[in-house]
């Protein structure tokens, strides 16, 4: 599986962007979908996660509120609609592809990732 992540910018705070993860090679209908982000110094962290059919969701704390999971099966596509955004949310986005259906929130139970997309936020 490939995933190729897009639609991240420069955006002020307060704003809002759209991120999409394109997945080829296979499909992921049947897959738990993630996104992650890591900024400068930091570790990546778990940002959302659904489940293979979008019935259930998980949010970090930092972004509940602020940002929706969501994913189309017949595009192979999953997407992070980011409003509100803060300074802090600068970082580079990954999405991940896990080999099961329920929502996971860990790094290590993700198989398959792309290779991010920058997302910085200016104040």
């Known amino acids: 599986v490939q995933l190729v992540e897009s639609g991240g910018g420069l955006v002020q705070a307060g704003g809002s962007l759209i991120l999409s993860c394109a997945a080829s090679?296979?499909?992921?209908?049947?897959?738990?979908m993630g996104w992650f982000r890591q900024a400068p110094g930091k570790e990546r962290e778990f940002v959302a996660a659904?489940?293979?059919?979008?019935?259930?969701?998980y949010y970090a704390d930092s972004v509940k509120g602020r940002f929706t999971i969501s994913r189309d099966n017949a595009k192979n596509t999953v997407y992070l609609q980011m409003n509100s955004l803060k300074p802090e949310d600068t970082a580079v986005y990954y999405c991940?592809?896990?080999?099961?259906?329920?929502?996971?929130?860990?790094?290590?139970?993700?198989?398959?990732w792309g290779q991010g997309t920058q997302v910085t936020v200016s104040s």
């Open positions: 090679g296979r499909t992921v209908s049947s897959s738990a």
């Open positions: 991940a592809a896990a080999g099961r259906v329920g929502v996971r929130r860990a790094e290590y139970e993700y198989d398959y």
């Open positions: 659904l489940s293979w059919n979008g019935g259930s969701t």
